[in-house]
């Protein structure tokens, strides 16, 4: 039997322990009075974990065997969700899935192609068998060229295009049919980039595929929101792992840093935050289309 929830996002018995320890300071007569009852309050980890755990839930990581990937479904499974590692390196997987089980959480490996259709209904399939729902859904696959764009070639073009913004589209029609479906709804969580926002050279389709990434992000959020699905974007800044390794010579390493204010490329784990309040039911509650920059103030600049 589903849970229900309350239209603040909370659950049945986490809206009635909140109201248990909200006090209400009784006084009587029109002078200072007394107070007749002691206030009751929630510890601090009660509280956080009515705002952000996932508990029961299952979250799909689609690209939870890159290092992105791979520290938010850390992140999610610490906060107390089953996930399903899904991408198309076995070895990787399991890494993933150890790292998660040594944090004392739970986690699968399902091999996926994220381009393909069928390989994600079968994923969906796979995840739906442990409780009968999903709640969480992040697209992290990417794929990039640094080709610079009058030597791209076609193939490489339509690769990346496919591998970021197909494939996204492709997870959103499936898991998102399942969602829709569900009296809880659920949360999709797609993994945009900073130069959706900005215009970089040497990445030319990356950048327009992942900006098609967060238009699809906020039509979807539209679409879906009266059946209780939200869908947000997290769009990271600079993070060095694959989708960038190759363009990350010293002269754009200087130039990143010096127009990031925070002056630093980012740690995988300071994705994690964020990625647990959009996906967070209680959280999250009211966030639905938007495109979250944790950038470390790089798309704060202005020349």
Known sequence: MEERTTPNGLHDDARQNDLNHRSLVLRQGSGRGRLLRKPQMNTPADFLHQLFGLPGQVAVVIGGTGVLGGA???????????????????ERG?????????AGGTA??????????????????????????????????GVN???????????????????????THLACQVFGGI??????????LNIGSVTADVPLSRVFAYSASKAAVVNLTKNLAREWAGKRVRVNALCPGFFPAEQNKNILDSVRTENILRNTPLGR?????????????????????FITGADYYVDGGFTGMRF
């Open 72 to 90: 938010i479904a850390l992140g999610l499974a610490r906060a107390g969700a089953h996930v399903v590692i899904a991408g198309r390196s076995p």
């Open 94 to 102: 399991r890494t993933s899935v150890q790292a998660i089980q040594e």
């Open 108 to 141: 699968t490996f399902f091999s996926t192609d994220a381009s393909v259709r069928t390989s994600l209904q079968d994923l969906a399939d796979h995840s739906q068998q442990f409780t009968g729902c999903i709640d969480v859904l992040v697209n992290c696959a």
């Open 145 to 167: 060229s640094a080709a610079p764009y009058l030597e791209i070639t076609d193939d490489d073009w339509h690769r990346v295009v496919a591998g970021n913004l197909t494939a």
């Open 179 to 188: 969602m829709t479906a569900q009296a809880l709804g659920g949360s999709i």
């Open 265 to 285: 490329f980012g740690e995988p784990s300071e994705l994690v935050p964020a990625a647990i309040l959009l996906c967070s039911r209680s959280a999250g509650s």
